[in-house]
């Protein structure tokens, strides 16, 4: 998805063109949105891509499909097995069968179905740490990148809870100082964001499934917690910070001076955000893109 400049939409007033309603629609957890929600998402991501770039980090797009092979060695099926998406072709000996299917099919059959070698990534930053594999840098590496991401949640809620979603994220890839750095900087322009944007946001630890539930990794998440998220009132997480340590550097071999690499990441969820922000602006989708214009000027 392009990015776009607030100052590119600055003609545009979504409050001009609202529609009744709360101006998106969600059917089985996938969501379209109406011209307003669109430009208020774009708004926000203009904003928080403007936070990476201030930081230093490069603009990068990645593959929008991920190899199994190289999520296995993230231990992602261990951690992860309830929310990968796989993308599959039809076996070419059941072509003709697919062909002559009767109108109003609603499933292809698992038989017809090769074997999955791809999944749908579930976080932008994967694609960064598999694009990484194999570097070395004696000074940080930034990146901001954002992308379509699934989750096979056990239930879908509005933009709240969604299969398919945006995802912007900032990472940070160098020493442990300069990833914790990154974060606390983030977790601070966060909270006076939402704070000038009249959000009311609850900053809660969580623990991070990466490491294994007997490791020396979770007794220090237990004194160090490693992952913050940022809750709105009704408790849909809208933004979170993360930190790694050097498991992505270990796996993959990202090197920092000679080190593996330590990793962190800020993470926004673009449509829990409108979603966060209908609700404050009582479904007044213009005022919220007003707000985020105002506020992302002075955040």
């Known amino acids: 998805m392009p990015v776009t400049d607030p100052a590119a939409t600055a003609h545009t007033d979504p409050a001009a063109t609202a529609h009744t309603g709360t101006g998106w629609s969600v059917r089985d957890g996938l969501a379209t949105l109406d011209e307003p929600a669109v430009l208020l998402k774009d708004a926000l991501d203009a904003v928080f891509t403007r936070w990476g770039t201030e930081a230093g980090a490069r603009r990068l797009s990645f593959s929008p499909l991920l190899r199994v092979e190289d999520l296995g060695t993230l231990d992602y099926f261990r951690n992860f097995p309830h929310l990968g998406s796989p993308v599959t072709r039809t076996r070419t000996d059941r072509l003709a069968a697919l062909a002559g299917a009767p109108p109003g099919v609603t499933a292809l059959p698992a038989a017809d179905l090769a074997d999955a070698t791809h999944l749908l990534p579930s976080a932008a930053c994967y694609g960064c740490f598999l694009h990484l594999t194999g570097t070395s840098a004696d000074t940080p590496v930034l990146v ?42 983030h977790q601070q322009r966060i909270t006076a964001f939402g704070t000038a944007l009249g959000l009311t946001l609850d900053r809660q630890s969580a623990t991070d499934p990466f490491f294994e539930k007997d490791g020396a990794r979770t007794v220090m998440q237990l004194l160090a917690p490693v992952k913050n998220e940022y809750l709105h009132t009704d408790g849909t997480a809208i933004a979170s910070t993360n930190n790694h340590r050097n498991f992505f550097g270990e796996r993959r071999a990202i090197h920092h001076a000679g080190r ?39 955040s």
């Not at 100082?177 to 900087?185: G, I, Q, S, T």
């Not at 962190?264 to 005022?287: K, N």
Request: charged share 25%; net charge neutral; hydrophobic share 40%.
């Open 144 to 185: 901001t990148t954002v992308a379509q991401c699934f989750r096979n949640e056990d239930h879908h809620d509005g933009l709240r809870r969604l299969w398919g979603f945006t995802m912007r994220e900032i990472v940070c890839v160098g020493s442990a100082e300069a990833v914790r750095a990154h974060l606390d900087r």
């Open 260 to 298: 593996p690499a330590f990793t962190g990441c800020v993470a926004f969820g673009l449509e829990r955000w409108v979603h966060a922000l209908g609700d404050r602006f009582a479904g007044d989708l213009g005022a919220a893109y007003r707000a985020v214009r105002q506020a992302g000027e002075g």
